[in-house]
């Protein structure tokens, strides 16, 4: 198979898996009960207490509804050391897992290998992840779909080896082919985006929308309600994009280097943004379409920006956002401020910042408090926060850390796992 090129062999491989599980179903008698017919031959791809052991003794249905004392229960069992030591996954599982991926990942972890419809299958999508945790493939995987992962350069060798011997079992899942050493608000935050943006478009051309993801989103929404969601844009794009606000408009008027991985500034003033473009604020994570990507790639005016941000401070922050503005960019809108989208608005990510947060009976506040804990005035969301968030329209949430609360990511999983499987 290696001698043929690479969008057939991944054509091959995917006929192949769908192949596999279809043997698989055809092993599976009709249970009588109550639930649907598509419900029961899928019913081996649900989560059970079993496959998630240190968590059984959680009532994840409670946890959703937010009643108290399940909460309560929850809060305390993450902080004991015994659950933390018994939930902890260590690199060498996968990079042993891998070694029989059929078994260990796809029949133990339960990874969906066949389009679960026809409309999902016909809208496939591209994901750019810049990940350090390994759990977040799983909850987003789709065989038709395609995946670009940037592992960042300064990761311990173990995880590194985890993640690539996760993607090596998977024809649509593949690392990027440049990583870099990525520095918090500087440049190299946005470079693993566009090193996958440039794989996944010259991968394949079947792809639809263009979603980029960090290791500690999460989905809110099942692939068909993603899909279902993207069809509702008729080609337009999702993400922040507003007018630059005061205290922010310094980061791109002056330049900024890294020294010892850190972002500094240099003292200089920079120059108008080429082509006298105006600079929108936004955030890192977008939701857009195969013509935007292209764009980024090939447009001479988003060249000349990108070459213009390289010295700015956190320009993961502006540049989408700008993008999103320009006239002839596929699913853009006019810069005029009655065009502008709030990350509320948007569809891309839900986030939780510190100073928006407040009781529910308060006009002013935008979300009611965190659960979890603050990192850097973002809501690291605990298992209070899920009923909150699974009403919200936002296809992600970020951020979620498995390690301090993973019965907020197994519940969510879960229920996402079940509500696809019932669809």
Not at 151 to 161: E, L, N, R, T
Not at 258 to 278: E, H, S, Y
Not at 304 to 329: C, H, M, N
Not at 379 to 401: P, R, S, T
């Amino acid at each position: 198979m290696w001698f043929l090129k690479r969008s057939w062999r991944l054509r091959l491989l995917q006929f192949i898996a769908v192949l596999g599980s279809l043997w698989m179903l055809s092993l599976l008698s009709p249970l009588k009960t109550g639930r649907s017919a598509a419900y029961i031959r899928y019913q081996w791809l649900e989560y059970t207490d079993d496959d998630e052991s240190p968590e059984k003794v959680c009532n994840c249905s409670a946890v959703l509804q937010g009643e108290k004392e399940e909460l309560r229960k929850a809060k305390l069992l993450t902080i004991t050391k015994d659950f933390q030591k018994n939930i902890h996954i260590p690199d060498e599982y996968y990079i042993h897992a891998a070694r029989d991926c059929r078994f260990v990942l796809i029949n133990h972890r339960k990874y969906i290998t066949f389009p679960l419809s026809k409309e999902e299958e016909e809208f496939p999508l591209a994901y750019s992840m810049v990940v350090h945790h390994k759990r977040l493939l799983r909850a987003i995987y789709a065989p038709q779909n395609i995946y670009c992962v940037h592992v960042d350069k300064k990761s311990p060798a173990s995880v590194f080896a985890a993640i690539k011997a996760i993607t090596s079992c998977f024809p649509n899942v593949f690392m990027v082919s440049k990583a870099v050493n990525v520095v918090y608000a500087g440049w190299t935050r946005v470079q693993p985006d566009l090193n996958c943006m440039a794989d996944l478009y010259n991968t394949s051309t079947t792809w639809k929308y263009f979603i980029n993801l960090c290791g500690q989103d999460f989905p809110l929404k099942t692939n068909l309600e993603i899909v279902q969601a993207l069809r509702s844009l008729k080609g337009g794009n999702s993400l922040e994009s507003e007018e630059m606000p005061r205290g922010k408009k310094k980061r791109v008027m002056n330049a900024y280097q890294v020294v010892d991985g850190q972002i500094q500034r240099t003292g200089k003033t920079k120059d108008p943004a080429p082509f006298n473009l105006p600079i929108l604020s936004g955030n890192a994570y977008i939701v857009v379409n195969r013509g935007y990507v292209r764009s980024v790639l090939e447009d001479k005016r988003i060249q000349a920006l990108i070459e213009w941000a390289k010295d700015t401070y956190s320009p993961d922050e502006f540049l989408w956002a700008t993008i999103q503005r320009i006239p002839g960019v596929p699913g853009s809108t006019w810069p005029n401020r009655k065009f502008d989208i709030t990350d509320m608005n948007a569809i891309a990510r839900i986030v939780k910042w510190q100073w928006h947060e407040g009781s529910e009976d308060s006009l002013q506040s935008v979300y009611p408090e965190c659960k979890g804990h603050h990192v850097r005035s973002i809501c690291v969301y605990g298992a209070g926060d899920l009923q909150w968030l699974i009403e919200q329209h936002h296809l992600f949430a970020n951020k979620f850390d498995a390690d301090r609360d993973p019965i907020a990511v197994y519940c969510l999983e879960k229920y996402l796992r079940h509500r696809a499987l019932t669809e």
